[in-house]
């Protein structure tokens, strides 16, 4: 197997959609559809306002003394200052604003826990550039893109609203997070547990490192939820591959492929078709992370249970590979084409200023190094080991780094985390991520909840009248908790007045 | 008052002599003597192998790759495979093997705990220099001097002992460290508990900083040691400033000073008189911190409890100036001349790389702001207020880089560490640093230890016949909190298997 595959196919893999961000092949689609799309529009109904912290572009190191802008969001309609809280919400590889729409749990509670609402940016991402438009230019700018440098954002910037905002003083902070930023919020609270009172770490795979879990479980999720959306639905797609390679023989069937597929650019050669299957295997996996029950627009414009509605059209895994590619088709339609408004698809991976794109990648190029892995058999996926050599070269060719692949686990602790306290880590089983996940109680208040019909942190997003029960369940679980973390913090305080 | 002495004197302090480092002022003498004290040789006698370890030279940034030998020592005469344990050495400001032969009470305590003992340097002090001989040389090349890139080099070590020493990986490792080092011992627990087990931090000033103690508590308690010394020893120091001030209004006033007080180099002008106070204040701030019940080579050879030795000359306050500088003169020759070999005293500062000194000097003026000040009155001093602005300046001038006094407060939780688990602070009662060290329980398992007879980290200190009975209750008190985290470590480790 060629290196372009591999590198594009881990490059997949690391940066799938959902909260990670919108993988670089849909980012010319998503654009077009996303200022239209009605997400976005109640986004902008929410109340919130934008406010701007000077950081230190690096507070481990004094010989540049450089600053730069944080955006951070707050939305207090609900904040009481007398017995109230914080949520804060720590940010991820993305626009804070995308987050701060699509965490509608974080607005759902605020009235019951009298809490401020805060969206703080993470470094890089969004508006929060250190260096301007120069930011990712090379890998001295880019140096300063690390999550140790997040976290101490985070702690600045509440130690600043602390002393700025009456009334913040003496209230608990609680961190909230999904995803990679959901991985944030539990180390926020294991390494600056003075600042926060506890954390609610939805979705957070802080396991996928190393060899902390096998590298296999994030991609047979992904299979068994396919399985899950219809008979013969993840045989079908494991056809395809090799349906895609017999067309991609000659020139006359890159054509056909072309055609069938509606891509915007023709396949020529070999590596085009490398790109393809990677694409496609980034749209199975997106599809695994926002397997939601209900109609929504979270990377792409999809209907309720959009696996389900995938499967209808990949039931036969035994028919003539023209017609497989064919169903193939249709079942991209259902992801890219929701909407009805594209008039073909688009595999290219830009290279524009996606900063959310470019900031991650760089991130799973360095400290974030989770090994992924495929064989063909547990998984519906064309086999590709995990091949930590090959990775950092292709990471040393793209960004001048190499990844550390042991850091990660040396400064947060791995599967040895049990001195700490007050985390929530909330899973959805059908999400992809939760193999990586802590899906068992550790201690007695480093808690798991796990979601059955849950995706990607379907707990973090708003109440819907079609959420299943287990997730309201989680959610008020999750309440419980932060309501006794609360109940402690002004209890100690109590004491210590 | 001139900007000179704010400078001078705030050097002088934030840079005290003991665990801290020895005072530039003290180099010219104490480099002479060293070779030659009994505690050196003592120090070769002890049986330890001396090992290198690559470090990442930036452990929060990427672009650049670079890695520097760091020295750590190893002594396993007492380790046991067998349900053994690792006690662990968090280096700090200085020559490691140093502090190998100045912690007596690692080696006594080695045989019970059946304990491997690991003294790892401090990176920028000893042989542990980054960029070898340019590490000093400017902002760019000491921007990697801070706690936490020391902190993650003690976490890299130990987890490259438990992968490397057979029998190593399954044991606990407890940090100890005293003084700076303790500091970094209670801030490794805080930071990496997945790494140790538990801390005990010596003479750990984690306090001193920002508001959280009276900026005036260290010097107060410098006098409080010479109150109790002599009858009117306090008082004499304190008559001694005047006294010098009139002398050194004429050229004949200075030249008798400089003959008076025996020393290398003739004062000529208002800023060595500066100079010779500060370099006083030092004098008489070490000898606090080394107030030991014994003779001993800790920075200089000294008699038994010096202080009471000092303050035998220093009785009169109210004789003429002439006569109290010459008690003075004798009082000084007790710590600087005890040998009887220094031909001259000498106040001078040194430019020559006592690389100690200069690292030390850097980390005051970034991350370890400890606010001091006095007022003449509470203390035996000439008031001096803190002036962070003049010392930021200061710091400029020298280091271009201003420091963040907030910092170590947001990054180390100030006084809001209740959440973690398994320190022990303990504090000698002589000792200035005290002021700023936890010397109240905080929780069941962040325990304060008090040593009523102590100076600056007695405990740590090899046992001697003359150990006053507080220390060896304090020494017994720290082995059963090590023996209780070890015990817990192998129950829970049971509990897994």
Redo the contacts between chains.
């Keep these: 197997m060629g290196r372009p595959t591999v590198l594009l196919l881990l490059l997949a893999i690391l940066t799938p959609g959902a909260a990670f961000h919108v993988p670089p092949a849909m980012k010319a689609l998503s654009s077009l559809r996303w200022s239209a799309s009605s997400t976005f529009r109640r986004t902008v109904a929410k109340n919130y306002s934008v406010h701007y912290i000077q950081q ?1 572009v690096d ?7 450089k600053t730069f802008k944080q955006r951070y969001l707050i939305a207090d309609a609900y904040w009481k200052k007398n017995g109230g809280s914080v949520l804060f919400y720590t940010g991820n590889e993305g626009d804070i604003t995308w987050f701060c729409n699509n965490t509608g749990f974080m607005w759902d509670v605020a009235d019951q826990l009298k809490a401020m609402l805060v969206f703080a940016e993470h470094r890089y991402y969004g508006e929060s550039l250190p260096f301007g438009n120069k930011s990712f230019r ?3 700018h ?3 893109l ?1 999550s ?2 997040a976290l ?1 954002d985070f ?2 910037l509440i ?1 600043h609203l602390k002393k700025t905002i009456p009334g913040a003083k003496n209230q608990p902070v609680i961190a909230i997070g999904g995803s990679y930023g959901g991985m944030l919020a539990a180390w926020f609270r294991m ?5 926060v009172v506890g954390a609610l770490a939805a979705s957070a795979p802080i396991w996928h490192f190393g060899n902390l879990v096998p590298c296999g479980v994030f991609m047979e999720t992904v299979t068994k939820d396919f399985k899950r959306g219809g008979p013969n639905c993840s045989e079908t797609i494991r056809s395809s591959w090799d349906a895609i390679n017999r067309f991609s023989r000659t020139g006359a069937g890159l054509r056909w492929l072309s055609e069938a597929l509606d891509l915007c650019t023709a396949l020529t050669n070999a590596q085009d078709v490398q790109r393809l299957k990677a694409w496609l295997s980034e749209t199975w996996i997106n599809l695994a992370m926002v397997d939601y029950p209900y109609e929504c627009d979270f990377l792409q414009p999809l209907p309720a249970w959009p696996i389900k509605v995938v499967c209808q059209y990949l039931k036969n895994p035994s028919v003539s590979d023209a017609q497989l590619l064919q169903n193939i088709f249709q079942a991209l339609n259902v992801y890219y084409n929701y909407s009805g408004q594209a008039s073909c698809l688009n595999i290219s991976e830009t290279t524009t200023s996606n900063l959310g794109t470019q900031g991650w990648s760089y991130q799973a190029c ?2 974030m190094i989770m090994p992924f892995c495929t064989n063909g058999i547990d998984d519906m996926f064309e086999p590709h080991a995990w091949n930590l050599r090959e990775f950092s070269d292709d990471c040393f060719k793209q960004w ?3 990844p ?1 692949p ?2 990660i686990i ?2 947060y ?2 599967k ?6 007050n985390i929530i880590f909330s899973n959805g089983e059908l999400d992809p991520w939760s193999g990586g996940g802590v899906t068992k109680d550790i201690t007695d208040t480093l808690v798991a909840i796990t979601i059955p019909d849950g995706a990607h942190h379907l707990d973090l997003r708003a109440r819907n009248a079609f959420d299943p029960t287990t997730v309201l369940l989680a959610r008020s679980l999750e309440v419980k908790h932060m309501k006794q973390w609360i109940r402690n913090f002004y209890a ?1 305080l109590r004491k210590k007045h």
Tied chains: 1, 2.
């Design positions: 230190k507070h481990f190191g004094f010989s540049a003394d090379d890998s001295r880019l140096n300063f690390t140790e440098q101490a702690a600045v130690k390494k600056y547990p003075h600042i360095t400290e001048s780094v190499r550390r042991a850091w040396t400064m602790g791995g040895n985390i049990s001195s700490h306290t100690s």
